[in-house]
Structure formats: structure tokens, C-alpha cells
T-cell receptor, first 115, second 112 residues
Framework: EPEVTQTPSHQVTQMGQEVILRCVPI?????FYWYRQILGQKVEFLVS????????KSEIFDDQFSVERPDGSNFTLKIRSTKLEDSAMYFC?????????????FGSGTQLSVL | QQQVKQSPQSLIVQKGGISIINCAYE??????FPWYQQFPGKGPALLIA?????SEKKEGRFTISFNKSAKQFSLHIMDSQPGDSATYFC???????????FGTGTKLQVIP
């Protein structure tokens, strides 16, 4: 089965530094997402992206966050100035379309640790 | 109102037994209720999903029961196996996959 690929699997950064998390969605998918999971807590929606623009974002996704699809295959999440509370597992996801018949595929995640 | 409440937080079941995980929601706009299975070091994977126009959906050993009037739904895993040991998340969304709201997760351990 096709997979969503995320790199790196672990990222350690100093507070205040910029970090970019990378994802390669499944090739024929049109909708892309970032979710995060703080250790031991639920998975939380951050942002959805379609047709090269953000289609929806949560209150977590503030001005410190941005997303980009720099080319035809990659989808990135940038955190401009990391905070301790940004430490979490970040999951990229993609779906072929929009609607309840469309399955959402998650990557294995990037564990971000902010020191 | 966007919350999905899930219980129990953890569950230990004997091999061959039935695992039951319960969820409740408030937002009546939710129209899609998936369950995700997550193994350590992996992302959530869709297990089974239901829409509110049916009261039950079964796929193999996994069954979702849905009570629209009570705004509750549950996952039943029949003949639980050690390979089912994982964290299970209920979830809900409306209008497609734009924003999936997850429950807090249930860590299931199936012991031989």
C-alpha cells in the first residue's frame, strides 16, 4: 500500500530556532494535513492544505507556523521560533479527495523535541 | 462542543475476549465517525468508520455500534488477539476530512 513519508523521524532543536518538518504525501493525493500529538495526549488537527493554499487551520496554528508545497512532491511544516510547548509528534497526512468516502493516510511522524 | 470523549484510558483483555471502547460527542454537526489504530512509532491508521445513518457496521472482528440519539458510539473487538494490542482513537468530523477531532485514546493490551 502507498505510504506517506516523513523526515526526519526525530528532530531536536533549541528553543527559538526555526525547524522545518518534511513530508512526501501519496503521489495522487490532493489534500494534505498536519496533525500533532503531545506525548500521552490526543491527536490534534493543525492545518489542511489544498490547491496550494490553506483550506482550514486550528487555533494552534498561529503565526509561528506555516506550510508550503515547494514542489510537486514535498509538503513542509515550518515553525519559525520554536517553544518548549511545541515538543510533540507531528504527523503529516494526505487524502485523495475530500469527503467521507476518502481515506486519510498518516505518516509515521516526526518527533520534535525543543530544548 | 468540539470534544470527543473516550473511555477507558487503558484496557487489558484476555486473548479471545471482547474489547469494548466507548466514545461520546456533543457536536451534532459531526457526520463521520472513524476509528484509528496506532502502533508504537507509527501514525494512526484507519480501522473502520461509520456514518450516523446506520446503527452498526461490522468488518471482520471489528464492529462499531452507533447511537445517534445518545450521541455515543463504541468499538467492539471480538476474539481479541495479542496483535490487536495498540492504542485506539475514536474520532469525528463533519463535511469531509478537513478537520478530524480525535478522542484521547485507549491503550489496549491483549494478554495471551
Amino acid at each position: 500500500e502507498p505510504e506517506v513519508t516523513q523526515t526526519p523521524s526525530h528532530q531536536v532543536t533549541q528553543m527559538g530556532q526555526e525547524v522545518i518538518l518534511r513530508c512526501v504525501p501519496i503521489s495522487n493525493h490532493l489534500y494534505f494535513y498536519w496533525y500533532r500529538q503531545i506525548l500521552g495526549q490526543k491527536v490534534e488537527f493543525l492545518v489542511s492544505f489544498y490547491n496550494n493554499e490553506i483550506s482550514e487551520k486550528s487555533e494552534i496554528f498561529d503565526d509561528q507556523f506555516s506550510v508550503e508545497r515547494p514542489d510537486g512532491s514535498n509538503f513542509t511544516l515550518k515553525i519559525r521560533s520554536t517553544k518548549l510547548e511545541d515538543s510533540a509528534m507531528y504527523f503529516c497526512a494526505s487524502s485523495p479527495g475530500l469527503g467521507t468516502n476518502e481515506k486519510l493516510f498518516f505518516g509515521s511522524g516526526t518527533q520534535l523535541s525543543v530544548l | 462542543q468540539q470534544q470527543v470523549k473516550q473511555s477507558p484510558q487503558s484496557l487489558i483483555v484476555q486473548k479471545g475476549g471482547i474489547s469494548i471502547i466507548n466514545c461520546a460527542y456533543e457536536n451534532t454537526a459531526f457526520d463521520y465517525f472513524p476509528w484509528y489504530q496506532q502502533f508504537p512509532g507509527k501514525g494512526p491508521a484507519l480501522l473502520i468508520a461509520i456514518r450516523p445513518d446506520v446503527s452498526e457496521k461490522k468488518e471482520g472482528r471489528f464492529t462499531i455500534s452507533f447511537n445517534k440519539s445518545a450521541k455515543q458510539f463504541s468499538l467492539h473487538i471480538m476474539d481479541s488477539q495479542p496483535g490487536d494490542s495498540a492504542t485506539y482513537f475514536c474520532a469525528a468530523s463533519s463535511g469531509g476530512y478537513q478537520k478530524v477531532t480525535f478522542g484521547t485514546g485507549t491503550k489496549l493490551q491483549v494478554i495471551p
